[in-house]
């Protein structure tokens, strides 16, 4: 037996990260690691870094630089970066932060330990590579770190080239796993406890992966995995507004267990800016999209990415999106100022002035509250299915997720983490909901 040892993360950006994060530890795990939460006590640490925006990367050399003391108490500590940044920026971290000992890419992981025996030595190690071989048949069995809800990548990269998106060049093309081993990989968690999938891709509802009898796409994946007996509940995500074909909309309106929550960025209600972001669809486009999605699933509760202050973006152009915001109304969002990512075609293009990027950001972050307190507002007094995710903050209290992605806060002292139970909504608060349990009744 290795010497156990102590690593930790710090995972930054998207859910695929989180996920990387995960099996990269599990990597490590294997190598004698274990995870610890303090950092002051590790002798290894991992940054698993994201490039979407330019602020992620400014805050990991800052983050870095704030590792410089605990490296100068510990000179045995061990500094690794991972994720996009370590993809896009390579030897650079080296050569501008000194102290750290490994840089992997998304791509690479499964190499790790190669690297760890590297920079035991002394090395310096850097892999970036996008290998021909499947990182996913080289990492070890899965282990369930974060209770009852999982993530899984199903579908990696992005083919897309949205004008301002570094993805499909940290990421490289799209990629999508074989259907048994993800069958495989699924059924070995729910043995583990695990009753929620998240099905993870950039690109997620492009998955075309192979199956026994030919490409796969997302829909019949899903249906695959709803026959998981312990397996309650699959959502997925991200979706691209123009791989949401029929079969996965049918599916949402079949499937019980694929949940009413669907994450569709749309980024602009603007047919100019959605052009000149390579978007590929017009707002009506999506306006039809929607209406056929709810169509199939009344209660769906929608959620999307939005940018503000795209290069050339007038007015009229944000006007518009809030417009579209009126229109489709979502139950969450997430929204970015504009940031230019070197490399991207939109960076050579003149940016909109900072300060009527922030205001827009601000119109379009109160709307967007607006909807999501008003979705949360009319969950109360209605019954709802919720997965105990962890204890809550006061005594005998658990918190969940709703079939609606709603937090869910309820007072039940005999419960475990892990119980899917039914409960009453009886008040909503800024960013989650209150409920009482409805006697005795597990749902499952
Ligand atoms: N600037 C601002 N936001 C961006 N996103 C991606 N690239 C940029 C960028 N350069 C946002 C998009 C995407 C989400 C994950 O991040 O809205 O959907
Ligand atoms: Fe980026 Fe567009 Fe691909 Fe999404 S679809 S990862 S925004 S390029």
């Known amino acids: 037996m290795p010497d156990t040892k102590k690593l930790f993360i710090k995972t930054y950006g998207c859910q695929m990260n989180v996920y990387d994060s995960e099996r990269m530890a599990e990597t490590l795990g294997a190598e004698g690691y274990v995870v610890t939460e303090v950092a002051e006590e590790a002798d290894m640490v991992l940054l698993n870094t994201c490039h979407i925006r330019e602020k992620a990367s400014e805050k990991l050399y800052s983050d870095l630089g704030r590792l410089r003391p605990l490296k100068q108490a510990k000179p045995d500590l061990k500094i690794g970066v991972a994720g996009c940044v370590a993809q896009a920026e390579g030897e650079?971290?080296?050569?501008?932060?000194?102290?750290?000992?490994?840089?992997?890419?998304?791509?690479?992981?499964?190499?790790?330990?190669?690297?760890?025996?590297?920079?035991?030595?002394?090395?310096?190690?850097?892999?970036?590579?996008?290998?021909?071989?499947?990182k996913f048949d080289h990492l070890p069995e899965r282990k369930v770190l974060?209770?009852?809800?999982?993530?899984?990548?199903?579908?990696?990269?992005?083919?897309?080239?949205?004008?301002?998106?570094?993805?499909?060049?940290?990421?490289?093309?799209?990629?999508?796993?074989?259907?048994a081993r993800l069958l495989g990989e699924a059924r070995a968690l729910v043995e583990k406890g695990v009753r929620e999938i998240t099905l993870l891709g950039q690109n997620v509802n492009a998955y075309h992966g192979a199956g026994e009898d030919g490409a796969w796409g997302l829909a019949r994946l899903v249906r695959a995995l709803a026959k998981i007996d312990g397996l309650e509940r699959i959502r997925y995500t991200t979706s691209h507004p123009n791989d949401m074909e029929d079969d996965l909309i049918a599916a949402h309106g079949e499937e019980a267990?694929?949940?009413?929550?669907?994450?569709?960025p749309v980024q602009s209600g603007s047919d100019r800016i959605l052009k000149a972001m390579n978007r590929k669809h017009t707002r009506d486009q999506y306006f039809r999209l929607v209406e056929r999605i709810r169509a199939a699933r009344p209660d769906i509760l929608l959620s999307s990415d939005f940018i503000v202050g795209f290069p050339g973006e007038s007015d009229a152009d944000f006007a518009d999106t809030m417009d579209l915001i009126r229109q489709v109304g979502f139950g969450a969002a997430f929204s970015f100022k504009y940031s230019a990512r070197p490399g991207t075609p939109a960076a050579e293009k003149t940016p909109v002035e900072a300060e009527v990027a922030d205001a827009r950001l601000q119109e379009l972050q109160a709307l967007i509250t607006s909807q999501q307190r008003a979705a949360q507002e009319a969950m109360v007094g209605r019954e709802v299915a919720v997965l105990y995710e962890k204890a809550g903050r006061l005594p005998g209290q658990m918190v969940g997720k709703s079939d609606h992605l709603h937090a869910v806060h309820v007072t039940d002292p005999s419960a475990r983490v892990g119980d899917l139970v039914r409960v009453r909504i009886t008040s909503s608060a800024p960013n989650s909901l209150a409920g009482l349990r409805i006697a005795a009744e597990t749902v499952s």
């Open 146 to 179: 974060r209770g009852p809800s999982a993530f899984l990548t199903v579908q990696e990269g992005c083919d897309k080239f949205c004008a301002f998106c570094v993805v499909p060049y940290t990421r490289g093309a799209e990629v999508s796993r074989p259907v």
């Open 92 to 134: 650079e971290i080296l050569r501008r932060m000194p102290l750290v000992d490994l840089v992997v890419g998304p791509q690479s992981y499964h190499r790790l330990p190669g690297m760890m025996e590297d920079i035991a030595k002394g090395k310096k190690a850097v892999d970036t590579d996008f290998p021909a071989e499947d």
């Open 257 to 264: 267990k694929l949940m009413p929550y669907l994450h569709l």
